[in-house]
C-alpha cells in the first residue's frame, strides 16, 4: 500500500517536473533593440551563416544612450560571404555614430582566420561556453591605440566577432557570453 502511495507520487511529480520543464523551455530571443529589424536581418543573411545576437544590449549609462533610439544597419556579403549587424546613435555620419557591431563569417574565411587567430595570440582568453572561448583584444592598449575593443571566437564553424567602445569592456563580455549561449539563426 505505501509503495502504491510512493509510486503514484513519484509519477505525479515526474508530470508536474515535465510540464513545468515544458513551460520555462522557451526560445531566446535577441535584445528588444533587434526585434522590429529581424525579419531584415534574417533575409540578407548570406545561405550558410548563422548570426547570432544577444538577449540584452548592454551600455554604459556613461554613454547616455536610449538603446529605442539606435538605428540597426545590416551589412550582407556574399563573395566571401560575411555578415554585420551594426548599431548607430545618428542617421547622419554612421562613422561618427557607430555604436557597436556584431558579426559573422565562415571558419574558412582568410581574413577572419588571420583576426582569429590575431586574437587568440595577443587577447585575453574568456570561457564563453563548454569548449567555447572568445578572446578579448582592448583597444587602448592596441599599438596604434584603438577606441573600439574586440571579442572574437569561433562556434560551430563560425567566427564570431563584437566590437564595441573599449569603456564597454565588461559589457562586451556580457554580450559575448550571451551570443555563443543562444542558438545561431539562419536565412528565411
Known amino acids: 500500500m505505501l509503495y502504491r502511495i510512493w509510486q503514484s507520487c513519484f509519477w505525479g511529480v515526474s508530470l508536474f517536473l515535465g510540464v513545468f520543464s515544458l ?12 526585434i522590429p529589424f529581424m525579419e531584415r536581418i534574417q533575409k540578407n543573411l548570406p545561405v550558410g551563416l548563422a548570426m547570432r545576437l544577444p538577449t540584452q544590449l548592454r551600455v554604459n549609462d556613461l554613454l547616455d544612450i536610449d538603446p529605442n533610439q539606435l538605428i540597426v544597419r ?21 562613422n561618427s555614430c557607430l555604436l557597436g557591431s556584431f558579426s559573422v ?14 586574437h587568440e595570440t595577443l587577447g585575453d582568453r574568456i570561457t564563453l561556453a563548454p569548449n567555447v572561448a572568445g578572446y ?17 571566437w569561433q562556434q560551430n564553424d563560425m567566427i564570431y566577432t563584437i566590437s564595441f567602445p573599449a569603456i564597454e569592456r565588461q559589457n562586451i563580455l556580457y554580450m559575448a557570453l550571451s551570443m555563443a549561449r543562444e542558438q545561431g539563426f539562419y536565412r528565411r
Do not use: H, W
Open 23 to 34: 513551460a520555462v523551455t522557451v526560445e531566446a530571443q535577441p535584445a528588444p533593440v533587434f
Open 74 to 94: 545590416v551589412f550582407p556579403s556574399q563573395a566571401p560571404p560575411s555578415y554585420m549587424v551594426s548599431l548607430f546613435t545618428c542617421d547622419r555620419s554612421p
Open 105 to 118: 563569417n565562415p571558419k574558412e574565411s582568410a581574413s577572419a582566420r588571420r583576426d582569429l587567430e590575431r
Open 136 to 152: 578579448l583584444i582592448e583597444g587602448p592598449s592596441q599599438n596604434p591605440s584603438y577606441s573600439f575593443s574586440t571579442v572574437m
